[in-house]
């Protein structure tokens, strides 16, 4: 076997809740996993055994092709360096068995004195009587840090106080949403932090354009991994935290908390696929679903049910499920309701919210300043997850009801997302849209506002180097099928991710060729801003431009 990543698992994954260490391997030419997988869980047992971890719950998981598989154990938090140590020696010693570097007496004397060294017996003290009192905490190399937010106190790692020493009565929790899924998750977090501002309280949320609080950014970058999380947790103003969750922070070190009080899954659609394992769009829901497996007992977890792989999730989670739909016939949502479950709809140009028997329209959809009159319907799918998320927390429903329409009225309110502006009589339309479920979307609202005009369409596009050939072929074809009067490929410099710069633009171009456009119809620029620097010098008054996975905003603007 060969390993393809080792790493330490600090949060809950779609392997389990508690802190582990995990390796993804590649079988070599000769190897199967029915072979490889019982000879590294008795090279594993054996090390356990030695280092005194004998109960430690293993798990793997073979990949969707065959020739591969995640290897991993649950291990104590406060020495997850170690424990991916002692996971890569049961790997190498069952790949090779005679191999006499590998015996276990000499590694086990060693991985002991790593285990030793990284023990912090006040740390896990302190963790357990948080525990105990129902008080979330969680560690890093920033600190120990028990309760959240406002209600917080955070200690260096090397002066961890002694339980009697903590001004418990001070400490305890805010509340806590999670936000994942393939499309809608900032949009969705951004309109959660309003509601939880405009209920009265000092929100943040992170994401994939950095720490927000108060509506204000606080730091920039993509945030959406448990890192930024924490960093936001530990600020002393905050009052509520919507955590953007992305699949990567996911995957890589799972969600930040043990316990949130609500969780929101919009969609899953085919996006990254091949990574981590990952191989299908259900393996992929699994690994998002890690932050349902967090929330309390008697918080929600929020599906949507119009995503099928959601659908398919149904029954797993240990708090209720909360779904919503655009179809009020949807027949999950009739079987919900019938049971005394709760969903969010839309009917007769309302979203409704259903408890049982029970119904109550909320807002008219053309009221929604995000859904463009109705003809941005991802938006209303995102304001019917949110609407279902809200009614479930600390926020007033009028309060619910008022942000659901007030929101986005602003251009400012949701950055990169759907954001429009005039120049010289020409529309520029922004959008992160970077799959094709986001493209898909985006042709319905180009479609609206192209009638609404009459002008010609000139469509910026670049995309990362970390999607396969046939996938940027895939997405030249979704932006072919809104029908652009011209093209503009673009580079993305800091996102070559392995390419050579040029080799993403000639497979975009190639791809809109195959799907119509004609080449004389197609230029190239280095970047977005020559891009769109290009467009509007091709555009004249009526016409419009669009951006698609726009992430540039300063120099754009």
């Not at 919507?242 to 995957?251: Q, T, W």
């Not at 898909?440 to 010609?456: F, H, I, M, T, Y």
Request: charged fraction near 25%; proline fraction near 6%.
């Amino acid at each position: 076997m060969r390993i393809l990543d080792s790493r330490r698992l600090t949060g809950p994954t779609m392997y389990g809740p508690e802190p582990a260490a995990i390796a993804e391997v590649a079988f070599e030419p000769g190897e199967s996993w029915s072979q490889c997988e019982p000879a590294w869980r008795d090279a594993l047992a054996s090390m356990l055994a030695a280092v005194g971890w004998s109960d430690a719950r293993r798990f793997s998981r073979r990949f969707a092709d065959g020739g591969g598989a995640a290897l991993g154990f649950e291990a104590p938090p406060d020495a997850l360096y170690a424990a991916t140590e002692v996971n890569e020696w049961a790997i190498a010693a069952a790949s090779q068995p005679d191999d006499p570097t590998l015996a276990l007496g000499d590694h086990a004397s060693r991985l002991r004195e790593a285990i030793a060294a990284e023990h912090r017996p006040e740390l896990l003290a302190l963790l357990r009587e948080a525990a105990a009192r129902g008080v979330p905490a969680f560690f890093d190399e920033d600190g120990v840090t028990v309760g959240l937010g406002a209600r917080s106190q955070t200690w260096p790692l090397d002066a961890v106080p002694s339980a009697t020493a903590v001004p418990w009565s001070q400490l305890g929790a805010i509340p806590v949403v999670a936000v994942t899924g393939t499309n809608g998750k900032t949009t969705s977090a951004r309109w959660l932090a309003r509601m939880f501002k405009s209920a009265g309280l000092v929100a943040g949320n992170t994401s994939t354009d950095g720490i927000a609080v108060d509506g204000s950014l606080v730091e920039t970058g993509d945030c959406t991994g448990p890192g930024a999380a924490r960093r936001l947790l530990r600020r002393p103003e905050l009052q509520a935290a919507v955590l953007e969750a992305a699949r990567g922070g996911l995957l890589r070190r799972g969600f930040a908390l043990r316990w949130c009080d609500a969780a929101l899954l919009t969609n899953v659609s085919d996006d990254h696929l091949g990574e981590w394992g990952i191989a299908t769009v259900d393996e992929l829901a699994q690994a998002k679903a890690a932050i349902a497996t967090a929330v309390r007992p008697g918080g929600r977890v929020v599906l949507g049910a119009d995503s099928p792989p959601l659908v398919r999730l149904r029954g797993r989670f240990a708090a209720p499920q909360v779904w919503f739909s655009q179809r009020a016939d949807h027949p999950l949502l009739l079987e919900v309701l019938a049971q005394g479950g709760e969903a969010c709809w839309i009917e007769d140009g309302a979203i409704v919210h259903g408890r049982a028997h029970a119904r109550a329209p909320l807002v008219a959809v053309d009221e929604i300043a995000l859904a463009l009159g109705g003809a941005a319907r991802h938006n209303l799918a995102n304001a019917l997850g949110v609407a279902a998320t809200a009614l479930g927390l600390p926020i007033p429903r009028e309060v619910v009801c008022d942000t659901l329409r007030s929101f986005g009225r602003d251009v400012h309110d949701n950055p990169g997302r759907l954001e429009r502006y005039e120049k010289d009589g020409v529309l520029v339309l922004l959008d992160f849209a970077h799959n094709r479920d986001g493209l898909r979307q985006q042709r319905e609202v180009v479609a609206s506002l192209r009638r609404a005009r009459g002008g010609r369409l000139v469509v910026s596009f670049g995309m990362a180097g970390d999607r396969s050939d046939e996938a940027l072929m895939e997405l030249a074809g979704e932006i072919a099928a809104m029908r652009p009067d011209h093209v503009i490929v673009r580079e993305e410099p800091e996102y070559l991710r392995g390419r050579e710069p040029g080799v993403v633009p000639a497979i975009l171009r190639r791809g809109f060729e195959a799907h119509g456009i004609a080449p004389e119809a197609i230029d190239q620029a280095d970047d977005e801003r020559a891009a769109v620097a290009a467009a509007l010098r091709w555009a004249r008054s009526g016409d419009m431009v669009a951006v698609f996975a726009h992430t540039e905003r300063e120099p754009i603007l």
